[in-house]
């Protein structure tokens, strides 16, 4: 036996109902002194003859007035009689479904799981016995409640069932308990059922948090609660993921490689092939495996860039037994043209990055328009029409210059950095440090004999992983001076030299990006310029600091938020999703910079593209969302993995899907104990009167010398 209210509360106020009326009776039975008095005599032989049935009389009415206030505490405190009975009869219950719903269900060679769990949930209902109420929820990376304590004969649940989809994203387990804990609070059944339907993933049941296993027990103690999984003999899956650009150049013109993932999640090798298609038309198709058994293989494809704006990509796999993850979204904005100005702090400065600038390898130098100018000659109208900002070996640039090169960074250009012999801990200061936070400690010149090989520090980011991929060349040069500095702990070190100290960094301003290379651009203190691997270099940071090619990708789930140009915008722009339904953005101003707004975008809901129109004949964009691909791995935990999970809760793991397995049958007290209160209320409210009447009725008659009558 539970209760479902506070037992310490309502268990003392029991007692005190108990204990008042024996206080009050043990109260009354004080007595006053006696004083002896004759005429008191006449009444005595009278009364001792009736002292015997009015005691016992008392004594009736205390305890019948104990017990109601008794019932009364115990109705509140809201009993529940547990006791074990079969778990689809019985009285009336509190059913609640919990279908796993997401996309991992899909998967099946004939009949999928989700249509399993469906035909399961519907058996279930049917199970019911009058009286019964059913709540429904599928759970997702969020969990909706469907149906909400109805009666289930009234709900035509098939034709319900039958249009129920799976949802495109992963299956979290804690977002389901909240709404469950809400259900199972609301009901006032005492009988409440709690059943899980799912493929019981590895992944989505182990590993979770103590937290989870601590709330699974508090709400056993309100609800029956079983999880039915559905095993499948077979969980052969391939899928791709992480589409991105990895390298080129994003530039009408230019070479682009896209990259991205495919692994093989089942327990067999197994081979598959992927179309690359633009804005619909198939441009490229690739045979990849044999794959092993959780084996990952990236796949790239080169594409040339021929249209400027908003480019869509897609990769299609050969069908499987679950075609969610089969396919792969990605939106590029690819610039016309990129506007390059290298200011160089001396003459001939700047030579080889103006060789570099013209590299024809890859198409790097297509739609590139590069301009090279003096320190002493630029102008801030020059800076301000260019998008990347180079200084090789500048020490000082004028107060205007400065302004407008802080401003154009901040507000979304980009600046590459090349400290020579003419920067030093002033100059970087006056120069950078309003960008840049960093600490300038000492400088190795050229001439100091020392020699020093660069290393990848390895970031995860696309960037960082295109460094890795040309770790190789990299490591081949060599670095005979350097600056050395601290940064602070929002840049990335990007390159290393071999005693740990940084020589390429990069630092996010604003809307826009700072990179920093602690040598000069000369073969004096580097031969990068000399390596083929400079060249390359050099392009692939004017394209990260550039911001072209900006890959607007998003997971299923998340909002993202775009801040455009407010000239850009027309009355009311509209974001237009793969289904064909419209949503509106939300404005919000950006603070400090009335020239930009920022769009609040919904969430993500449908993988595909989703294209964001500014307003009526204005500019569009194109984004990207795909699945997440961790819900890809359908390995199932075995029972005895699923109740080692549980262990320590009375949630039962149902091994066999087509056995009933016993449940707790619960009856609620509560009423019952209400019902005897007010009936035992009624009845010694009865009793004491018919007893007073009788007491009156059955007192002697005392004659006075009056010839009055007077009762006892």
């Not at 990129?338 to 890859?362: T, W």
Request: hydrophobic fraction near 40%; glycine fraction near 8%.
């Amino acid at each position: 036996m539970i209760a479902l209210n506070s037992l310490p509360l309502w268990g003392t106020l029991a007692a005190l109902g108990v204990s008042i009326p024996i206080l009050l009776h043990l109260l009354n039975k004080a007595r006053p002194k006696k004083v002896n008095w004759a005429a008191m005599e006449l009444l005595q032989k009278t009364t001792q003859r009736q002292a015997k049935k009015i005691k016992l009389e008392d004594w009736l009415l205390m305890l019948l007035r104990s017990l109601t206030l008794l019932l009364a505490a115990l109705a509140m405190m809201r009993l529940v009689l547990v006791n074990a009975s079969d778990l689809f009869s019985g009285s009336s219950r509190e059913l609640i479904v919990a279908i796993d719903a997401s996309y991992s269900m899909n998967h099946g060679p004939y009949e999928s799981r989700f249509e399993r769990a469906k035909k399961k949930a519907m058996k279930l209902i049917e199970s019911l016995p009058s009286g019964s109420r059913l709540s429904l929820i599928a759970i997702g990376s969020q969990a909706d409640v469907l149906i909400r304590h109805k009666d289930p004969s009234k709900l035509s649940m098939e034709r319900y069932l039958s249009s129920l989809r799976v949802k495109p994203e992963r299956f979290e387990l804690e977002a389901s308990l909240s709404a469950i804990e809400e259900l199972v609070d609301e009901s006032d059944l005492a009988n409440r059922e709690v059943i899980f339907l799912t493929d019981g993933q590895k992944r989505g049941w182990e590993g979770n948090s103590p937290s989870i296993t601590e709330r699974f027990a508090e709400l056993s103690k309100k609800a029956s609660i079983s999880v039915l999984p559905l095993f499948e003999e077979s969980h052969e899956n391939l899928s791709v993921s992480d589409f991105h650009m990895a390298s080129g150049v994003c530039r009408v013109g230019g070479f682009a490689s896209l990259s991205a993932k495919v692994c093989n999640y089942g327990e067999n090798s197994a081979s598959t092939s992927i179309e690359l298609l633009h804005d619909g038309r198939v441009m490229d198709v690739l045979s990849v495996g044999p794959l092993q058994p959780q084996e990952e293989r990236l796949v790239r494809f080169g594409v040339e860039l021929e249209s400027a704006g908003p480019n869509g990509f897609e990769l299609s796999m050969e069908s499987d037994n679950l075609e969610d993850d089969n396919r792969a979204y990605l939106a590029l904005d690819v610039p016309e043209k990129v506007k390059v100005l290298i200011v160089e702090g001396s003459s001939e400065e700047a030579r080889y990055l103006e060789l570099a600038s013209r590299l024809q390898r890859s198409g790097y130098a297509e739609g590139l328009v590069c301009s090279i100018v003096s320190a002493s000659s630029v102008s801030p109208a020059e800076i301000r029409q260019s998008e990347v900002i180079v200084l090789a070996n500048v020490g000082d640039l004028s107060e205007e210059n400065l302004e407008a090169l802080r401003d154009g960074v901040r507000g979304g250009g980009g600046l590459l950095v090349y400290a020579g012999s003419e920067m030093d801990a002033f100059s970087a200061e006056r120069t950078i440090g309003a960008l840049v936070p960093l600490t300038w400690n000492s400088s190795v010149t050229p001439d100091a004999g020392q020699s020093h090989q660069v290393r990848v520090f390895g970031q995860s980011d696309p960037f960082g992983l295109e460094l890795n991929r040309l770790q190789a060349e990299i490591s081949d040069f060599q670095v005979a001076g350097y600056h050395d500095v601290a940064v602070g702990a929002d840049s990335k070190i990007l390159l290393t030299l071999d005693n740990g100290k940084p020589f390429l960094l990069m630092h996010e301003a604003g809307r826009g990006k700072v990179a920093l290379f602690t040598t000069g651009p000369g073969r004096e203190w580097s031969s990068l310029p000399l390596n083929p691997v400079g060249p390359i270099l050099f392009h692939l940071l004017l394209h990260e600091l550039s911001g072209s090619g900006i890959q607007r990708v998003l997971r299923i789930g998340e909002s993202m938020s775009i801040t455009v140009q407010a000239n850009r915008l027309g009355a009311e722009p509209k974001l237009h999703h793969p289904d064909g339904q419209v949503s509106v953005p939300m404005r919000r101003e950006v603070a400090g910079d009335e020239k930009y707004l920022e769009l609040i975008l919904s969430q993500a809901e449908l993988p595909g593209f989703h294209e964001l129109q500014l307003g009526e004949n204005a500019e569009v964009e194109l984004l990207a969302a795909n699945l997440d691909s961790k819900e890809s791995n359908l390995e199932p935990a075995t029972v005895s993995e699923l109740q080692e999970f549980l262990k320590g809760t009375e949630v039962k793991v149902i091994s066999d899907p087509n056995s009933t397995e016993s449940s707790v049958n619960q009856t609620h007290l509560g009423s019952f104990f209400a019902l005897a209160a007010l009936l035992l209320f009624a009845g010694q409210s009865a009793l004491s009167t018919e007893l007073t009447r009788r007491k009156q009725r059955r007192a002697p008659v005392i004659r006075t010398g009056f010839g009055v009558g007077v009762k006892q």
